[in-house]
């Protein structure tokens, strides 16, 4: 038995012990699902605001949603610069529910410098919404719908907390092959890298968010010095979070499986441009952070497998605990909010290795002058010096 597999494979099962036992047993999340009776007291003057470029295909679906919630709401649509007609898809949605004067669609102004696309549209809803005097900000992605009593949901945990930024995580769409294989893993990783439990706790740093469902106290942001100061962000729901709790502000994120996103992943390519697209970003472009990133990920989902193929029975124990663990923890994403087959719960570690691919991938396009790019925007390259908020 070599000493460097030894070392190895004692550092993978501590690793592991770590992330099940005290990682404030992020794996162990459940649908929020508050009680009928529990909802009865909503806040008033909410205002949803729904940044959309070119998403003719699916805005209707999500307009109606938003529409239908038992939470009366104005929707002011940010359209930014779309050439496929989503504000006019939108408008014959809220015509055809009968509820035309709930939208207001915002034709989005030219980008400035220094500024990333969908903070910016956010940042112009917010302008608007300043008119209707709102208590709270629905920030929602346009490719999102909503079951009926979403953001009665939201508006009870805010109410409960009280918190200042309440998320749902919203159920990914996962059909296809590729689907199945790495959206559930997109979703553990996102936890295990931001659990909820610190999430909540004003004693941690840590501070996290799901952007395609987040519901705002606009006097907390206000105060926080607005969108303004997260101008230059690329992973905008972590950078809003990391600057509510900088100011005070309390945070809650957590799933729900009643909003649902229509985009889909047909092909391994696509969820690669939606992993490189903020990969490097998350790590502040350090190559340092990108050496650690690799190296973790090599010890902590790809060593339990290789460790089996060694020779000695205490390793190969040692790689089977660990792998073990990992399959226990990510199964309750991929059979209880997912509802597969347990058995994809083994594919872990190939999944890993994707993601670490789809960063390395992010590391070069980020270099090569053309990272963050997302419908012909690029957004987070060394030479365009946005500003550049810490991530969370």
Known sequence: MSLLSTSIAILTVATWFYIALARGAFWRMKSAKPAASDKAESPRRMVAIVPARNEAELIGAVITSLLNQRVAMPILLVDDGSTDGTADVARRAAEKADKADALTVIQGKPLPAGWTGKVWSMHQGIERARALNPAWLL???A???HGPETMANLAFIAAQGPYDLVSFMVKLHCESLPERLLIPAFLYFFFMLY??????????STAGAAGGCMLVRA????RAGGLESIRGAVIDDCALARLLKQHGGKLWTGLTDQSQSLRRYETLSHIEHMISRTAFN???HSPLLLLCTIVGMVIVYLAPPLLLFTRSRPTIFMGAAAWAAMTIT???IVRYYYRLNPAWALTLPLA?????SATLHSAVKYWSGSGGDWKGRVQDVPDRHITKTPLC
């Open 139 to 141: 920030f929602v992605d």
């Open 143 to 145: 490719d999102v719908v």
């Open 195 to 204: 659990p909820p439990a610190w999430i909540r706790d004003t004693r941690r």
């Open 219 to 222: 006097e907390t942001l206000e």
């Open 282 to 284: 998350q790590l502040k």
């Open 330 to 332: 990510y199964s309750t």
């Open 352 to 356: 890993a290795l994707f993601y670490l």
